[in-house]
């Protein structure tokens, strides 16, 4: 019955949980897990490998990436990611996963069709269609510089430093890509590949009405997990719109982190969604939740002693590989504005 009430395209690939407990035992495996390899790390980023003992050394190997990097202890990456997902509006609305290698993604298009058979009498035959996404993996990449000094600084806090520093600009980044990216060297934005849902009246405004035409071009079936997304100047504008009845159709939240409210499903702030403009999709209403964002495995780090040593800095240059893109298009629509 649950599977008869779903929509007809919506049956797609879904990654196994890792069972309860074998997530741990998997992550003591890890090479860069464990407090030997973190402390080996941290000294390697204070004061490079010269200052390195034997067993740390060796420790810190286990985790060398092929590009003369190190691996992000595993520990220090679990915050990295949540600091990626504090800054990044996408990470907590999407599927997230992690995969090794790419990913062909199989896309139920079309389930065929049941028919009514008398007794005895020949089945019709109807197949299924399928089609495959293809996931890969684009590399985000930061260099900074600290000073010897603050590295030399025993008070000054490297871990938190680092998560901070990744997290905001990595994060932002990966937010304008998951949102409004092209596809080209970087993952496709949601905005590009999902349906238009309605087409506004005004190239400059959205009427209250259109609102409604947007919430019911969306299947019944999205709409329970759906989300609206918008840029904050589009916001501001739905605030001030009234129902027939001259109700306001925003709705503020009652309680404390949670979402305001959009003919009852929440919204949610991006300023990379584009504003009311002519051309411009200024509004999304979908389940999210088909958009995938998949990591591969590992934060590298290198540690750039020689680069900046004129100016008394040590360089640091980080990377990770992302994709993202929406799985099935019908989850997700968009309001377009006219040219002029």
């Known amino acids: 019955e649950k599977e008869l009430s779903e929509p007809i395209e919506t049956r797609r690939l879904e990654l196994r949980p890792v069972p309860e407990g074998q997530g741990e035992d998997r992550a003591a495996n890890l090479p860069n897990s464990g407090a030997e390899y973190r402390a080996a790390w941290n000294t390697w980023m204070r004061h490079g490998k010269n200052l390195l003992g034997p067993e740390e050394y060796r420790a810190l190997n286990r985790g060398t990436d092929s590009g003369g990097g190190y691996l992000v202890p595993h520990e220090l990456e679990r915050r990295l990611v949540q600091a990626l997902e504090d800054e990044n509006v996408m990470r907590t609305l999407a599927n997230v996963v992690t995969m090794d290698t790419d990913r062909d993604v199989p896309i139920e298009e079309d389930t065929g069709e049941a028919y009514w058979t008398a007794e005895e009498g020949d ?72 349906q238009v849902g ?22 019944r079936p999205y709409r329970r997990r759906a989300t609206w997304l918008a840029n904050d100047s589009t916001i501001l504008a739905l605030r001030k719109l009234k129902d027939n009845e001259g109700r306001y159709i925003w709705q503020p939240s009652l309680t404390a982190g949670q979402p305001d409210t959009l003919l009852g499903r929440p919204i949610v702030t991006s300023n990379y969604v584009p504003e009311i403009g002519a051309g411009n999709r200024s509004l999304v209403f979908g389940d999210l939740s088909y958009y995938w964002i998949v990591d591969r495995r590992g934060r590298f780090m290198q540690r750039l002693g020689e680069l900046f040593a004129k100016t008394g800095q040590v360089g640091f240059r980080a990377y990770q590989r992302v994709d993202g893109r929406l799985i099935l298009t019908e989850a997700v629509k968009v309001l377009v504005h006219p040219e002029s």
């Open 198 to 219: 309605h087409t506004a009246a005004s190239a400059t405004a959205i009427a209250a009405d259109e609102i409604f035409d947007l919430y019911h071009s969306l299947r």
């Open 123 to 194: 089945y019709t035959e109807s197949d299924a269609k399928f089609a495959q996404k293809t996931l890969r993996a684009h590399k985000l990449t930061r260099l900074m510089r600290i000073s010897e000094e603050l590295l030399q600084d025993a008070a000054f806090d490297l871990e938190a430093y680092v998560v901070s520093n990744y997290g905001r600009t990595m994060g932002r980044k990966e937010e304008e890509a998951f949102i409004a990216g092209d596809g080209t060297g970087k993952p496709r934005g949601v905005i590009l590949d999902a």
